[in-house]
């Protein structure tokens, strides 16, 4: 009896003790920041951002990846700019690639399980059903945008955030954006009430905010031209300018906006008007990017007189809690000698307005302008204090006043670049991935977002 009770009272104890410590996550899928412990599989790499997560190398990241992808020119490309990596002067990298080509590579990434953080970023057309399957099968994702390009694949996709959370793995999307110098000092001036203000209602016709995005598909990537695959101009594959790059203006009108609030769809969103309209590319130019002679057969619905039809611009007007906002995505074929892709944003206070300009007259490199709007003759004293006091975080940033307002000039060691974005945002996931947890307001507010930009897709499609 006595022996029966001893062993009672030990397993109750062992229970008691297993039961304390349990949070609902096995030991095997803890991070602790540890060398080597992040093992990324890299699945089906169609876009060239899935190499740019690896262009930095990381501790916690071991140097071993494995990707998983059907064979074909997107993994060669992919496995070249990997290449370029390891072997630069500057600097180079020490990737390992473990490749396993094949039509099955979903469910061999799956069955095989080598990695515990898939990345990934490639074609669209079935991303968020990937997404699905990945974090089902408890594996953590870093997705590049856009999640999702359709009003079903965003029902999927809140779908695998409800399974990321059961499975106790993050699903993640990256926002380079707000790792953009510009748009970190643009937040922080609006949260400053002495001299912005509060942040306008504003109208359908002049917007509280407005952010425009213009993209090329003729640029360099890494030094060198890049080249697109051909379904990157099918949008039924690639996604509609309004869900695709939108998705980053969207992400920073609510992060500016509305810093570290969560976010309702149902109740916060309201789409107010909605418009698309395509870029005509020829077939020299699509050859010069894809190195194709001929458009593909399933481009062929899209072409016209020799020229191919891409939807990959759009326009929304939107309010956000009450706000009105206007987003706007234009895609150009090669941008103006000396420029790259650009960036227009505003932001109206109260009592000033927050802009981002990066055309011809900033010599095509963003920069940060202040507007006094009430004409308050100590608006200058009182930007300079706030100047002084961002400084702080960021030394070398001043404030000159100049004809047409006041212009902030910041020190060019923080303008990285959208490249090395990317390593900011893998630094950011890594740490979420030792909290074991993402900010409470990351998860509803990607899905505000993702409904955000679905939504103005279908209200554009009307």
Not at 317 to 323: C, H, R, T
Request: proline residues 4%; aromatic residues 10%; hydrophobic residues 40%.
């Amino acid at each position: 009896m006595i022996r029966i009770i001893s062993a009672l009272l030990t397993i109750t104890i062992s229970l008691f003790i297993l039961n304390s410590c349990d949070d609902g996550k096995d030991d095997s899928m803890r991070f602790t920041g540890a060398r080597g412990e992040v093992v990324i599989m890299t699945l089906d790499p169609g876009h060239f951002h899935a190499a740019l997560v690896q262009k930095t190398m990381f501790d916690q990241i071991d140097p071993t990846v494995y990707i998983y992808a059907p064979d074909g020119s997107d993994v060669d490309d992919h496995l070249r700019t990997i290449d370029g990596y390891n072997s630069r002067a500057e600097n180079p990298t020490a990737w390992i690639s473990r490749v396993y080509r094949g039509d099955d590579f979903l469910d061999k990434m799956i069955s095989e399980k080598p990695g515990n953080v898939a990345v990934l970023a490639g074609n669209n057309r079935h991303k968020t059903a990937y997404i699905k399957k990945t974090v089902d099968a408890g594996i953590n994702v870093l997705a590049d945008k856009p999640m999702c390009i359709n009003a079903d694949g965003f029902e999927l996709l809140k779908q695998a955030f409800a399974s990321a959370a059961q499975n106790n793995v993050l699903l993640y999307d990256i926002m380079t954006e707000r790792y953009e110098i510009t748009t970190m000092l643009q937040k922080e001036l609006a949260g400053m009430p002495a001299v912005f203000g509060e942040l306008q209602t504003g109208t359908a016709e002049e917007p509280a905010v407005t952010k425009e995005s213009v993209h090329h598909f003729f640029k360099y990537v890494s030094g060198n031209p890049i080249k697109r695959p051909a379904w990157y101009f099918d949008t039924s594959q690639q996604g509609e300018g309004i869900v695709d790059v939108a998705t980053h203006l969207v992400d920073l009108i609510q992060w500016e906006c509305f810093p570290e609030q969560i976010l309702d769809c149902t109740t916060d969103i309201e789409i107010v008007s909605a418009k698309r309209w395509p870029t005509k590319v020829t077939q020299a130019q699509f050859e010069n990017v894809t190195r194709l002679r001929d458009f593909p057969d399933y481009l062929q619905p899209y072409v016209t007189d020799g020229l191919l039809f891409v939807h990959s611009n759009g326009e929304f007007v939107y309010k956000l809690k009450g706000v009105y906002a206007k987003v706007s995505v234009i895609w150009n074929y090669e941008a103006p000698a000396g420029a790259g892709d650009t960036h227009y944003s505003i932001m109206r206070g109260t009592k000033a307005n927050v802009i981002i300009r990066q055309g011809a007259a900033q010599n095509y490199k963003a920069e940060l302008y202040v507007e006094d709007v009430q004409d308050d003759p100590a608006f200058g004293a009182t930007l300079e204090q706030a100047i002084a006091k961002i400084a702080a975080t960021y030394p070398g940033v001043s404030v000159a006043q100049e004809a047409d307002g006041w212009h902030v000039t910041i020190p060019q060691s923080y303008r990285v670049g959208h490249e090395a974005h990317f390593g900011q945002v893998a630094s950011k996931y890594l740490q979420y991935l030792v909290d074991g947890k993402l900010p409470d307001w990351e998860v509803p507010n990607m899905i505000a977002k993702y409904y955000t930009t679905t939504s103005a897709l279908e209200r554009a499609l009307q």
